[in-house]
T-cell receptor, first 112, second 114 residues
Framework: GEDVEQSLFLSVREGDSSVINCTYT??????LYWYKQEPGAGLQLLTY?????DMKQDQRLTVLLNKKDKHLSLRIADTQTGDSAIYFC????????????FGKGTKLSVKP | DAGITQSPRHKVTETGTPVTLRCHQT?????MYWYRQDPGHGLRLIHY???????DKGEVSDGYSVSRSKTEDFLLTLESATSSQTSVYFC?????????????FGPGTRLTVL
């Protein structure tokens, strides 16, 4: 069945770049997403990429999509302590109801 | 922020009791979703709704039922709560299923079943 995998933890120093990786299984997904969850809060959509794109840049965020390997990454440039959160990769697995499958989340810790 | 509220925000209950969680939206979005979030499992879809009185099961629907009698409210009911249903429950809404299908999330309800 459909699955989304991501590493559980990442620790970086403030000012460095962070790269969070994700693999997915459904090649028919039309959109792939990155959500951010801060402690005690719900998820917020950070960015998304359409499946016919290879890259999308939005300020400090860069999303790279390798369709052949079904690999998605999120790069955060100049990582700040406020970026500490859990980041979820998600894919829409088709069908008419737009349901998403989420990865387990990567906890990003930013050390000063 | 999208207008989504969840109530209650925290609840402690005992095994075997019924529990209803409420999700209320002011965005008039057609689609509504209930997820549970557990350590090591991420978010898993319980049930979703694609319109008033139109609902369907998600990945982990056993032990849960839902109702949507009006656009703005989506209720999640645990008929007889079990300790395995201790979790954080999130409601989400979406305007459409196609296109970017951006889902907006509520603040969550932390449920503890003793």
């Amino acid at each position: 069945g459909e699955d989304v995998e991501q590493s559980l933890f990442l620790s970086v120093r403030e000012g460095d770049s962070s790269v969070i990786n994700c693999t997915y299984t459904d090649s028919s997904s039309t959109y792939l997403y990155w959500y951010k969850q801060e402690p005690g809060a719900g998820l917020q959509l950070l960015t998304y990429i359409f499946s016919n794109m290879d890259m999308k840049q939005d300020q400090r965020l860069t999303v790279l999509l390798n369709k052949k390997d079904k690999h998605l990454s999120l790069r955060i440039a100049d990582t700040q302590t406020g970026d500490s959160a859990i980041y979820f990769c998600a894919e829409n697995y088709g069908g008419s109801q737009g349901n998403l499958i989420f990865g387990k989340g990567t906890k990003l810790s930013v050390k000063p | 922020d999208a207008g989504i509220t969840q109530s209650p925000r925290h609840k402690v209950t005992e095994t075997g009791t019924p529990v209803t969680l409420r999700c209320h939206q002011t965005e008039n979005h057609r689609y509504m979703y209930w997820y549970r979030q557990d350590p090591g499992h991420g978010l898993r879809l319980i049930h979703y709704s694609y319109g008033v009185k139109d609902t369907d099961k998600g990945e982990v629907s056993d032990g849960y039922s839902v109702s949507r009698s009006k656009t703005e409210d989506f209720l999640l009911t645990l008929e007889s709560a079990t300790s395995s249903q201790t979790s954080v429950y999130f409601c989400a809404i979406s305007e459409s299923a196609g296109g970017t299908n951006e889902q907006f999330f509520g603040p969550g309800t932390r449920l503890t079943v003793l």
